[in-house]
């Protein structure tokens, strides 16, 4: 993430123009650091100050964080495949065209309304969610045990809905547009398969690069907010291994996600291949042309 950051901005030095795909990158990327930062704080604190991270404002304030900074990363993203599905897809009708023509004046409202919904849904969880703990006396061989159980409840009793709400409406999105663009790239391939054109072609490779990236989102994304609403939800926690399991991936997901980013980027990625002395496959291409 932080890669992306400084070579978008050494670009942005170099030309002084706002590029809306780096823009829409740009917020992915510092949603993915601040998330980090989050799960870091997290496993910093509950490993080596227990006594200050179980305190009521300091668990309810790492939710908050955390499902914010999820719900950015997750809306930004959201952003990037609607850019695409602009860019590809070419859909017939006056809104469509005005659409494709102003977009780039678009995303910055688009990114700003995916940081303010995200804050809206993700914040109200510090003050509306609390840990709710249990005993259970149990007789077992003629011994009494204590069964402890934990989870998290909402004082409103609405704010897991809000979260299911935002999390289905960016994946409703994303899985729109992800189909629309591979429709519309295999559509495009049987044209040029008829036409006896080959598919080697710079065109091609960034919609496929678009395709595949779009594609990995959706799959990643599901991946992390299952382990996410795992994690924090209104039922318990769950065992030892699925916890373990699920915070693995919730700590990972900002680096991986930036992963996909990158190689779905080809200038991202001849930048890095060029700073580990690999041979670059060519410059950067970025989705303009439309196919049907």
Same mark, same amino acid.
Request: charged share 10%; glycine share 6%; aromatic share 16%.
């Given at each position: 993430?932080?890669?992306?950051?400084?070579?978008?901005?050494?670009?942005?030095?170099?030309?002084?123009?706002?590029?809306?795909?780096?823009?829409? =990158?740009?917020?992915?990327?510092?949603?993915?650091?601040?998330?980090?930062?989050?799960?870091?704080?997290?496993? +910093?604190?509950?490993?080596?100050?227990?006594?200050?991270?179980?305190?009521?404002?300091?668990?309810?304030?790492?939710?908050?964080?955390?499902?914010?900074?999820?719900? !950015?990363?997750?809306?930004?993203?959201?952003?990037?495949?609607?850019?695409?599905?602009?860019?590809?897809?070419? =859909?017939?009708?006056?809104?469509?065209?005005?659409?494709?023509?102003?977009?780039?004046?678009?995303?910055?409202?688009?990114?700003?309304?995916?940081?303010?919904?995200?804050?809206?849904?993700?914040?109200?969880?510090?003050?509306? =969610?609390?840990?709710?703990?249990?005993?259970?006396?149990?007789?077992?061989?003629?011994?009494?045990?204590?069964?402890?159980?934990?989870?998290?409840?909402?004082?409103?009793?609405?704010?897991?809905?809000?979260?299911?709400?935002?999390?289905?409406?960016?994946?409703?999105?994303?899985?729109?547009?992800?189909?629309?663009? +591979?429709?519309?790239?295999?559509?495009?391939?049987?044209?040029?398969?008829?036409?006896?054109?080959?598919?080697?072609?710079?065109?091609?490779?960034?919609?496929?690069?678009?395709?595949?990236?779009?594609?990995?989102?959706?799959?990643?994304?599901?991946?992390?907010?299952?382990?996410?609403?795992?994690?924090?939800?209104?039922?318990?926690?769950?065992?030892?291994?699925?916890?373990?399991?699920?915070?693995?991936?919730?700590?990972?997901?900002?680096?991986?996600? !930036?992963?996909?980013? +990158?190689?779905?980027?080809?200038?991202?990625?001849?930048?890095?291949?060029?700073?580990?002395?690999?041979? !670059?496959?060519?410059?950067?291409?970025?989705?303009?042309?439309?196919?049907?």
């Amino acid at each position: 993430n932080s890669f992306i950051l400084i070579v978008h901005l050494i670009d942005w030095l170099q030309t002084r123009e706002h590029n809306p795909c780096n823009l829409i =990158l740009n917020g992915i990327g510092i949603s993915n650091m601040l998330l980090q930062g989050s799960v870091v704080f997290q496993e +910093i604190t509950f490993f080596l100050y227990r006594d200050y991270y179980f305190k009521d404002w300091v668990i309810y304030m790492i939710i908050a964080m955390q499902t914010t900074y999820s719900f !950015s990363s997750l809306w930004c993203s959201t952003c990037l495949c609607f850019y695409y599905f602009v860019k590809i897809v070419n =859909l017939r009708g006056t809104l469509f065209y005005k659409l494709k023509a102003k977009l780039s004046t678009l995303v910055p409202w688009l990114l700003g309304f995916s940081v303010v919904l995200s804050w809206c849904a993700g914040m109200p969880a510090y003050w509306d =969610l609390y840990l709710h703990i249990s005993f259970t006396m149990l007789n077992v061989t003629g011994n009494l045990t204590t069964l402890v159980s934990a989870k998290y409840s909402s004082r409103c009793n609405c704010m897991f809905h809000v979260f299911i709400v935002v999390a289905s409406a960016a994946f409703i999105i994303i899985f729109f547009t992800a189909g629309a663009i +591979i429709t519309s790239l295999v559509k495009h391939m049987m044209r040029m398969r008829q036409n006896n054109e080959g598919f080697g072609n710079s065109k091609i490779n960034s919609h496929l690069s678009a395709a595949r990236t779009v594609t990995l989102l959706l799959i990643f994304y599901l991946i992390f907010y299952g382990s996410f609403t795992l994690i924090y939800n209104p039922v318990g926690f769950p065992d030892d291994v699925t916890m373990t399991l699920c915070l693995i991936i919730v700590s990972f997901f900002p680096t991986i996600n !930036s992963v996909i980013l +990158i190689s779905g980027n080809r200038k991202l990625m001849n930048i890095l291949k060029k700073f580990f002395g690999i041979e !670059s496959s060519g410059g950067n291409i970025e989705v303009t042309v439309t196919t049907n």
